[in-house]
């Protein structure tokens, strides 16, 4: 007897390279005799995957045998062909507990004509036999037995023998946390004792350990719940399967690695489509298809939220690529190119082409100039030489930033940005590719491939924009209420927390990918710091004079109430805004405040990082910036007071590094300063 692996996956199908190893098609299973006898177990959308791996072949439709009825676990059965077809129609066989439905008209509620155009009566495939825990039968050479399993609904598994071994199949089933629930307890101890004497045991794992502690009576259990169960029973083989559909290949892998280190003897694996598995556990596993060039780097992409991470990891994978000295990325805002992003190895090597981050310079979308043409035409440009371009072409070279710097453009490679709408988002520009150090022509390959990078990147750029845009439009919330909490401020402090993050990281020996993704969350979390503002009466926030005591008490509580909207925190981004919502009143003596009376505020190294960054963003922003209560001040008396409260108010070493990145904010207050119009 043989098994083999058509779909691994729970709840959903799921389609992307990151799921391509263990799989993204849901349940399906195919069961061989050494008789030439078949079986299929659930049908989900492997089964799709296993009808079209017969390419036409002519071979009897097997047996169906389904776990329960859940979606997951029969989609793929309206795809069917042979369903379809009276002399080659499949028997079913599923759950029935009750005796007051059949399976046929369980599985009615599917081919209703309305979920699917196919009524059940009009199917071919009439024969359906409904099944209750503790039935056993034949099928040719195969021996099945039954038990129930733990489950939502009716559910069951299957054990299987056939030459002289047996497996079995648990379908989806929750070992249970509450032992207090001795229904569940007696139906878990029932089915472990079902599997006693089995060789191998395919076994749901839909959720790593943390998230099924979240997830009782969801019917399903975990990777490590497994082994000591399985051990015992004498079996000697785990195959585990049917993985969250939010779980990515090195999410599984991951899972996988963990549930080996406590298997013991136990031979454990993760079931992927064309594994194969026999007495001993996996006889074969199938070779990985070919990678895909391109899948590292959009997967890298999709892990940031933040726009400036975004167009630094393309700005970086396109310049490796093209072997190029320099680039830079604009978007399109109001009609106009907005310049986005800058790297530039000859002006400004590692962190120094931070401070171009943030030039505001602006170019119509017309053929002023080579970045605005292709961003009309959504045509590439390749350039040989930027300074011999002919008079009679449609575009011009704009040499103002050579002559403003002394740079020397020479080849240009300018490819736009064009989202699944056809629409230009904005345009990549690629300067001066290289040769043996010297200047040379991009070659019509690079075309290509940064073509393909750029296709893969407009949407984790659309995403990202979107992210800080609704930042944004939920902060206007804050702002309707409060004067000081504007657009450009948070921007401000989002911004020069980033920057003091990054000059921090390269002093700690950061990895650049790390880095990357690091400094973009706390650009985004750092821009929520005041949201708690939101719940303070007006009278406080918009009085211009000193506040009393009570008032005082009740606007330091705007940090525990920001803190509280992310108390359900799902991603990493929500984490740090909430720690910079609690901590960035924190001070490094200890003397700050949570706005809790139930948390008592860090002192410092205890602060998270994160809000001791954002605490000097917030403070010089204050002190720069004009308020209802007071003028602004001058920099310098701004950064005289920084250096005052170092090691009181704020970290030390984090002033210090503040003060050596004036070149980065200076930019940063031009480009969002409060005089300009959101």
Known sequence: ME?????????????????????????????????????????????????????GALRPSPPILLTHLHMDHIQGLPFYSPLYDAKNAPVIYGPRFSPDRTLKEELGRLFDGILMPVK????????????????????????????????????LAYKITADGWTFVYTGDHEIPLDEQDQDKVALNKALLD????????????????????????????????WLPEISSRGAKSAVLMHYSPRYDDAKVASMLAKAREKAGSLIVSAARPG???????????????????????????????????????????????????AGAIYLVENDELSFSASQNDTLFPDSAANKFAYMTARLPINGDSVAGYVAREKKILNIADAYAIDDSAPYSFNSSFDEKTGYRTRSLLVVPLVNARGKAIGVLQLINALDNGRPAPFGEE????????????TVPIERSL?????????????????????????????????????????????????????????????????????????????????????????MQEHAALGAGLFDDAFNEIEVMARD?????????????????????????????LAARITAIADVYDALVSKRCYKDSWDPSKALEILREESGKHFDPELVRLFMEIQDVTRPIYERYGDEKEE
């Open 466 to 554: 979107l992210v800080t845009d609704m930042i944004l439009r939920a902060l206007r919330t804050t702002a309707s209420r409060d004067p000081n909490e504007t657009g450009r401020h948070v921007r401000r402090v989002g911004s020069v927390a980033a920057e003091l993050y990054h000059r921090w990281a390269l002093e700690h020996g950061a990895d650049p990918e790390e880095l990357i993704a690091e400094k973009g969350k706390i650009r985004l979390a750092a821009m929520l710091h005041d949201v708690g503002k939101v719940w303070i009466p007006d009278k406080i926030l918009k009085k211009p004079g000193k506040l009393d005591n009570e008032e005082r008490a009740l």
């Open 580 to 608: 910079i919502a609690l901590h960035h009143h924190a001070r490094w003596d200890g003397k700050g405040y949570t706005g809790s009376k139930d948390i008592v505020s860090p002192s410092g190294p205890e602060i998270p």
């Open 275 to 325: 594994m194969r598995i026999g007495a001993g556990g996996v006889i074969a596993e199938p070779k990985d298809r070919r990678a895909c060039p391109n899948c590292g780097f959009y997967k890298k992409l999709g892990a940031f939220s933040d726009a400036r991470a975004v167009f630094s990891a393309l700005l970086t994978e396109a310049r490796r690529r093209a072997k190029c000295d």
């Open 120 to 155: 059940i009566v009009d199917l071919p495939a009439t024969d359906m036999r409904g099944l209750k825990p503790g039935d056993a039968f034949k099928i040719g050479s195969f021996l099945i037995e039954t038990a129930r399993t733990n489950h939502p609904g009716e559910a």
């Open 194 to 225: 079902f599997i006693g004497g089995a060789d191998v045991v395919l076994a749901d794992c839909q959720f790593d350990r943390e998230e099924h502690l979240k997830r009782p009576g969801w019917g399903h259990s975990h990777f490590e719940q």
């Open 3 to 55: 098994v083999k692996i058509w779909g691994a996956r729970g709840s959903a199908p799921v389609a992307s390279p990151d799921f391509s190893h263990y799989g993204g098609d849901t349940a399906c299973i195919e069961v061989l005799s050494n008789s030439g006898d078949a079986l299929l177990l659930d049908a989900g959308s492997g089964l799709g995957a296993y009808e079209r791996a017969l390419d």
């Open 446 to 457: 690079i075309e290509k491939t940064v073509y393909e990078l750029c296709s893969i990147a």
